[in-house]
C-alpha cells in the first residue's frame, strides 16, 4: 500500500498549458483574438458603426481637382506668359541701362558756342556756329509758341512722365493695321532725350536709352524746363538749332516777337526741317502751320 502511493506520488505530473499558436509549457494564458473585448471576429476586424454614422470616405486625401475649362486655361497660361514678358522686358531695360552713365552723374549737356556777329547799333547780322542762336527763356517767349510744339507733337505732354502708353498702343495698332511703320510715338520729353543725348540711329538699343533717359528727364525738371530745353534745341532746318535761330532765319526777327502763324509754322518744322523750310516749300511748310492750328484749336 505505502509502495503504491509512493509510485502514483512519483508518477503525479503538474498541469500544462498549450495555445493554439503551438506554444508548450509557456506558462501563459492567451484568448483568441475574436474573443478580446472590442473585436469582431478575424484579425484587425473593426467595431461596427452605429446606424447613424455617416458612411465612410472610400479615399482619403485631397479631393480630385476638377479642369479648369477653356476660358480658365487661357487666363492662367496668359498670365503665365505675361509674367515671363514682364521677366523679359525687365532683363533687356536692365541691360541697356548699364550701357548708360550713372544718374548721379547725368547732365544736360551745354549748348555749343557759336559767334554772333553784330552791327556796330547791337543789331544782329549773322550767326556763326552750330547752335547759330541764344537760348531763350520760356517766359520771354508767347505763350502760344510752346502750346504750338505741344499741339503738333505731343497733345498729352503735361500729363504723362515721359512715355505716352496711349500714344503707343495706337501708333502700334495704327502701324499693325497699315502694314509698315508709318506713325511713331515718340514724347517730346523723348525727342529733347534723343537730341541732346543720343544719336539718330534707329536701334533697339536707342529706343530703350531714349525711354530711360525721358524717365530721368522728367523726374529731374519741370514740364516747362523741358520744353524750355527743347525749343532752345530742336532743329529746324538750314543750320538752325533753336527757336531763336530758326525765327532770325525765317522771319527775320526774335522768338520773342512772333506772331501766331509764325509759331505755327515754326512747331511744324520740326518733323521734317529740310523738306518743310518756308524759304524752300512756302506751300508745304504753310500747309503744315494749318494742321498745327487746327491741332492747338482742339487741345
Known amino acids: 500500500m505505502m509502495a503504491a502511493r509512493g509510485q502514483a506520488r512519483r508518477e503525479r505530473q503538474e498541469p500544462r498549458f ?13 484568448v483568441k483574438p475574436e474573443d478580446r473585448p472590442g473585436r469582431s471576429r478575424g484579425k484587425g476586424a473593426r467595431k461596427p458603426a452605429p446606424e447613424d454614422a455617416p458612411p465612410p470616405r472610400e479615399r482619403r486625401g485631397r479631393p480630385r481637382r476638377q479642369g479648369r475649362g477653356f476660358f480658365g486655361t487661357l487666363i492662367y497660361w496668359s498670365f503665365v506668359l ?30 555749343p558756342p557759336n559767334i554772333a556777329i553784330l552791327a556796330s547799333d547791337g543789331s544782329l547780322i549773322a550767326n556763326r556756329g552750330e547752335t547759330g542762336g541764344s537760348a531763350v527763356p520760356i ?26 502708353p496711349i500714344g503707343l498702343g495706337r501708333a502700334i495698332l495704327r502701324n499693325i493695321a497699315r502694314g509698315r511703320a508709318e506713325q511713331g510715338a515718340s514724347t517730346l520729353t523723348q525727342q529733347l532725350a534723343k537730341n541732346i543725348f543720343l544719336t539718330q540711329e534707329r536701334t533697339m538699343s536707342r529706343k530703350v536709352q531714349e525711354a530711360l533717359l525721358s524717365l530721368w528727364l522728367e523726374h529731374k525738371y519741370s514740364k516747362d524746363q523741358i520744353l524750355e530745353l527743347y525749343m532752345n534745341r530742336v532743329y529746324f532746318g538750314s543750320g538752325a ?7 532770325q532765319k525765317y522771319f527775320a526777327k526774335s522768338a520773342r516777337a512772333v506772331t501766331l502763324g509764325e509759331a505755327a509754322v515754326l512747331a511744324g518744322l520740326v518733323q521734317s ?15 503744315r502751320a494749318g494742321i498745327v492750328a487746327l491741332g492747338e484749336n482742339s487741345t
Open 18 to 30: 498549450t495555445d493554439e499558436f503551438g506554444g508548450r509549457e509557456s506558462g501563459e494564458l492567451r
Open 82 to 111: 505675361g509674367l515671363w514678358g514682364l521677366v523679359a522686358v525687365g532683363g533687356i531695360v536692365a541691360y541697356f541701362a548699364m550701357k548708360l552713365p550713372p544718374i548721379d552723374q547725368l547732365s544736360v549737356p551745354k549748348r
Open 139 to 164: 517766359g520771354e517767349l508767347p505763350p502760344y509758341l510752346g502750346k504750338a510744339f505741344v499741339a503738333i507733337e505731343d497733345r498729352r505732354f503735361y500729363s504723362h512722365f515721359g512715355i505716352d
Open 241 to 247: 538749332y533753336g527757336v531763336e535761330a530758326a525765327s
Open 273 to 287: 526741317p529740310s523738306r518743310l523750310a518756308p524759304n524752300r516749300n512756302p506751300e508745304g511748310a504753310a500747309e
